[in-house]
């Protein structure tokens, strides 16, 4: 499969994403229901996904080792921070955090911005605790807490691939101009998440 196919099978997969309808991420009951709802919690939240589709993107403008330590960096931490939401540990600002990452790591696309890597790595997982958080913190009752967060770990991961599937397309100027654009609306969609527009 060639880099364009693969691109733009990414930004297909990432347009169903988007157009899908709301997900009922807080139902189900098991370990089936747990994995389910927690699958389905990143993508029922538009705030989730531009900011995961971000990290893929820019770890595409970035290229190796970035390409792959970004989106790995992101949910490990998001794992981490879940399991403080779960237990009920106390983490100011978490919708501020949210929104704020899809405004910074948009503006990190929008730019192509040649971070140093540890900055980089640094930056997705200070933003992938606030995103972990809150899924930890809206874990169903009813769901095994270990599948609903492996759920979410599952579903991130993916969302990461989708943006680093339509990244593919910056090695030709058309795309390097369609990747900023889409940096452009997801730094300003985190901005309408931030200041309560959306």
Request: aromatic fraction near 8%.
């Amino acid at each position: 499969m060639t880099m364009m196919k693969v691109g733009v099978l990414g930004l297909a997969s990432m347009v169903a994403v988007l157009l899908a309808g709301p997900a009922s991420a807080h139902v189900g009951v098991g370990n089936l229901g747990g994995l389910q709802a927690g699958f389905l919690h990143p993508i029922g939240g538009l705030d989730h996904v531009v900011a995961m589709v971000a990290v893929g993107l820019w770890g595409g403008i970035l290229g190796r080792p970035a390409l792959w330590l970004l989106p790995i960096a992101f949910p490990l931490a998001m794992a981490v921070s879940g399991v403080a939401g779960i237990i009920g540990l106390p983490l100011p600002g978490v919708e501020t955090g949210i929104a704020l990452s899809g405004v910074v790591l948009g503006l990190c696309v929008l730019l192509a911005l040649r971070a140093p890597l540890w900055a980089a790595m640094t930056l997705v997982a200070v933003f992938a605790v606030f995103h972990g958080y809150a899924h930890g913190a809206e874990l169903p009752e009813a769901a095994n807490p270990t599948f609903f967060a492996l759920g979410f770990v599952v579903a991130t991961g993916l969302l990461h691939l989708g943006g680093i599937a339509i990244g593919t397309v910056w090695q030709w100027r058309v795309g390097q101009v369609a990747v900023r654009a889409l940096g452009a609306a997801i730094a300003l969609a985190g901005a309408a998440f931030l200041t309560g527009f959306a």
